[in-house]
């Protein structure tokens, strides 16, 4: 018998001891506002800059820890900070988030990757709940329209720090304005901006889902074909199940057992797809096809992409019952917390090589920022108590 209520608060002490304590010491700009996310792991930063998604998911974080989790009034004062920043230098005239800023906050790069603005919703619906300040609200309604017109039309909008090929788009780009219309409908109780949100999960599952494949792609044509290699053949293990638990969330209270097994499929194939038989732990990318993966690191080990699997299991658990979640569950959270927790510096290593050991090579961006480590837990441990309560054992929770 799992016991959930000890998962809940062992999760819980880990995020709030280890994890946001961290954050909290080393990278809250008290002078300017905002994060430094431009960090290293024992906490010396590398550089100022201030990538704006880097900001919105700190928002996200610091509302969410103090919505969810405990009222923490310090919390509640970063968050505070982090929305006043992102007011006043977040956003360029046409009303969509800028791309990188100088400590101060003066722009450096504009508004060059659509992902910022799924970033942007997402932190400002739930400061906007944490709050109940009508700002936000009106901001991530603002940026709502903004980008409605680019995601019909993909080609017309920019995905730094990974530009799209011509003729092409990107998982992530439906995956991460799915989570973000539905939080934003929900929170409006908005059935257009729901209705978006559904039309980005089915893009997910009906599209990028490749049944034959047994798997989740990067990358489709404009028209949902398939591509040919490389870029036809990326699976990103961290991507699918992020995705697949994004889905989840966004239909759970729907009666709705098609999707849900769309997803859960999806979670599984990129947990089998990329775990590394010879040392554990999950793959940063695949190539379907058995050759050289498209991206370089492909054989490291991130945190991010564990943490979405500590996360995802939980729900997959609560959506089908199958024991195959918790077999996985357990081998993630055996590889992740014997190789990412820091015991020298604190919170987790960012980057391990295949073996497991840490690494400090830059991928993608010099960035670590308060995120997915603190989200997966946030979300495991409503899940668990979600899962306590069915089981008789606490009070049910709040909804949001």
Same mark, same amino acid.
Not at 45 to 57: A, C, G, I, L, M
């Given at each position: 018998?799992?016991?959930?209520?000890?998962?809940?608060?062992?999760?819980?002490?880990?995020?709030?001891?280890?994890?946001?304590?961290?954050?909290?010491?080393?990278?809250?700009?008290?002078?300017?506002?905002?994060?430094?996310?431009?960090?290293?792991?024992?906490?010396?930063?590398?550089?100022?800059?201030?990538?704006?998604?880097?900001?919105?998911?700190?928002?996200?974080?610091?509302?969410?820890?103090?919505?969810?989790?405990?009222?923490?009034?310090?919390?509640?004062?970063?968050?505070?900070?982090?929305?006043?920043?992102?007011?006043?230098?977040?956003?360029?005239?046409?009303?969509?988030?800028?791309?990188?800023?100088?400590?101060?906050?003066?722009?450096?790069?504009?508004?060059?990757?659509?992902?910022?603005?799924?970033?942007?919703?997402?932190?400002?619906? =739930?400061?906007? !709940?944490?709050?109940?300040?009508? &700002?936000?609200?009106?901001? %991530?309604?603002?940026?709502? *329209?903004?980008? +409605?017109?680019?995601?019909?039309?993909?080609?017309?909008?920019?995905?730094?720090?990974?530009?799209?090929?011509?003729?092409?788009?990107?998982?992530?780009?439906?995956?991460?304005?799915?989570?973000?219309?539905?939080?934003?409908?929900?929170?409006?109780?908005?059935?257009?901006?729901?209705?978006?949100?559904?039309?980005?999960?089915?893009?997910?599952?009906?599209?990028?889902?490749?049944?034959?494949?047994?798997?989740?792609?990067?990358?489709?044509?404009?028209?949902?074909?398939?591509?040919?290699?490389?870029?036809?053949?990326?699976?990103?293990?961290?991507?699918?199940?992020?995705?697949?638990?994004?889905?989840? =969330?966004?239909? !759970?209270?729907?009666?709705?057992? &098609?999707?849900?097994?769309? %997803?859960?499929?999806?979670? *599984?194939?990129? +947990?089998?797809?990329?775990?590394?038989?010879?040392?554990?732990?999950?793959?940063?990318?695949?190539?379907?096809?058995?050759?050289?993966?498209?991206?370089?690191?492909?054989?490291?080990?991130?945190?991010?992409?564990?943490?979405?699997?500590?996360?995802?299991?939980?729900?997959?658990?609560?959506?089908?019952?199958?024991?195959?979640?918790?077999?996985?569950?357990?081998?993630?959270?055996?590889?992740?917390?014997?190789?990412?927790?820091?015991?020298?510096?604190?919170?987790?290593?960012?980057?391990?090589?295949?073996?497991?050991?840490?690494?400090?090579?830059?991928?993608?961006?010099?960035?670590?920022?308060?995120?997915?480590?603190? !989200?997966?837990?946030?979300?495991?441990?409503?899940?668990?108590?979600?899962?306590?309560?069915?089981?008789?054992?606490?009070?049910?929770?709040?909804?949001?």
């Amino acid at each position: 018998m799992i016991n959930f209520q000890k998962l809940s608060s062992e999760y819980r002490r880990i995020l709030e001891e280890d994890i946001l304590r961290w954050w909290l010491h080393h990278a809250v700009d008290h002078e300017h506002g905002g994060v430094l996310s431009c960090i290293k792991d024992n906490g010396s930063v590398v550089n100022d800059d201030k990538y704006v998604w880097s900001q919105t998911r700190a928002l996200w974080t610091f509302s969410a820890a103090f919505n969810r989790i405990q009222p923490n009034p310090t919390y509640m004062a970063v968050a505070d900070r982090l929305f006043e920043f992102l007011v006043k230098h977040g956003r360029n005239e046409h009303g969509r988030w800028r791309y990188l800023l100088s400590r101060q906050g003066d722009c450096k790069q504009d508004a060059t990757s659509i992902q910022t603005d799924a970033f942007a919703i997402c932190g400002l619906v =739930e400061y906007a !709940r944490a709050t109940k300040r009508q &700002e936000p609200v009106d901001l %991530a309604r603002q940026t709502y *329209q903004c980008v +409605l017109h680019h995601l019909r039309n993909p080609g017309s909008y920019e995905t730094t720090p990974y530009p799209l090929p011509e003729g092409t788009k990107a998982q992530r780009v439906s995956m991460q304005f799915s989570l973000a219309f539905w939080e934003l409908g929900k929170l409006l109780n908005d059935q257009d901006i729901l209705s978006q949100g559904m039309a980005l999960t089915d893009d997910v599952l009906d599209h990028f889902r490749q049944p034959d494949q047994q798997a989740i792609v990067e990358y489709l044509s404009l028209d949902n074909s398939c591509l040919p290699a490389p870029f036809g053949t990326l699976m990103g293990p961290g991507h699918g199940i992020e995705t697949a638990w994004f889905q989840l =969330e966004n239909i !759970r209270h729907l009666q709705d057992t &098609e999707r849900k097994h769309k %997803a859960i499929e999806v979670m *599984q194939w990129s +947990l089998e797809r990329g775990w590394d038989q010879n040392y554990g732990g999950l793959f940063l990318h695949v190539d379907l096809a058995g050759g050289d993966p498209l991206l370089p690191h492909a054989n490291k080990k991130l945190s991010w992409v564990h943490s979405e699997a500590l996360c995802g299991l939980p729900m997959a658990y609560e959506a089908c019952g199958e024991s195959w979640t918790i077999e996985w569950h357990q081998r993630i959270t055996d590889w992740t917390f014997r190789s990412f927790p820091n015991p020298e510096h604190g919170e987790w290593h960012h980057r391990l090589d295949r073996q497991g050991q840490p690494v400090e090579e830059v991928i993608a961006l010099p960035v670590k920022d308060p995120f997915h480590i603190p !989200r997966g837990l946030i979300y495991a441990v409503e899940t668990f108590d979600r899962l306590s309560w069915s089981d008789g054992h606490t009070q049910q929770p709040p909804e949001l």
